[in-house]
């Protein structure tokens, strides 16, 4: 269900002319243009490769980078991901980052949320661009650290210039070098921006409406495979939105990621550094805790009649919870004493490796714990 809050705000101009210039302009001219002229080859792959280059320096870039600070990165790949970014006209780094910052502090929250799921997909969308809402309103006290960082303050400064240049000049030089000129100023230029908008624009929308939420229900955000496929990895929203300083968000290696390939890719040839992952341990935690709470959900739905009938199986939850509940003291104890042991200064990797060990073995614990909740659900 939506909810509405102040429908008649004024419209922000420059992202209405923007986005529905550039969309209905696309719609009219890449199909006129291929019924008097063939697309070539060139002109396709300028497409591809600049929808791949735009799409992935929003996620690896403005997304994990610097909005998330889940690794750190050489200048040569923060220039590189600044550059390709500014070209998908999403907004300086510093505004979209601090906005998505709220984003995540306020998620759902229609009055603070700037893209609050509850204000319906259209809003989620792109509705919240096109007219001026409170929620959207600029606050860049969530954002000292990109206030001090010169490189996106440049960019912020010459934003205009840098998304206008980039974008006529890069598809003419383009179009130049292969010969055909409007054949890439249209699909690498045009139709790219306008693919490049509304594939991020469904990580707002559709990342919160459609998929599971294997990590927590206290927010929309769904994991979804599919939308993983054309957002670079962005589709595992509902771990994403429980674990945001992990640089990765589809944690199993057949998890469709693009992202997190390409960040783990350039840290082994050392451009990027110090990439985050969440505790193993933490993640199981979270997953069997909804599998309880869902356990209990489905059982109180039950009529009472069945509900006698699974008095056996209720019975096995207690114990496991029972189980799970002593596991937990247990790593936080475990935890406690890791922690005093690494403020110790003789530490060294022989005192290290007995937590190490347990650590390990209590993770695979979980694990095992898990499988056995999913086989009595
Ligand atoms: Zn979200
Ligand atoms: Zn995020």
Known sequence: MSTRVSPTRPIHWPST???FGTSIAAIILVPLYAWFNDYSTAAWLSFIVLSILNGMSITA?????????????????RFVVMFFGTMAVQNSVLIWASGHRTHHRHVDDPKRDPYSAKRGFWFSHMGWMIRKHDSGKEDFSNAPD????PMVMFQHRHYTVLALGINFGLPMLIGY??????GVMLLGGLMRLVWSHQTTFLINSLAHIWGQRPYTDQNT???????????YGEGYHNYHHQ????????IKWYHIDPTKWLIASLSYLGLTKKL??????????ARIAMQFKRAEE??????????IQMESVKARLTQEYAHFSLVLQDWAKLKEAWYLETKNALKNSETMLPYKTKFKAMEVEMRLQRKRLQTLL
């Open 17 to 19: 002319i923007t986005l």
């Open 61 to 77: 870039g403005y997304h994990r980078l610097w909005a998330h600070r889940t690794y750190e990165a050489h200048w040569i790949v």
């Open 146 to 149: 990109l206030l001090k960082d």
């Open 177 to 182: 070098c292969v010969n055909d000129l409007w």
């Open 221 to 231: 955000a769904r994991d979804n495979a599919i939308l993983a496929i054309f957002t």
């Open 243 to 250: 674990f945001q300083y992990d640089y990765r968000n589809g």
């Open 276 to 285: 985050k992952r969440c505790d193993t341990f933490a993640i199981e935690k």
């Open 298 to 307: 489905k059982m109180l739905a039950q009529p009472f009649s069945m509900q």
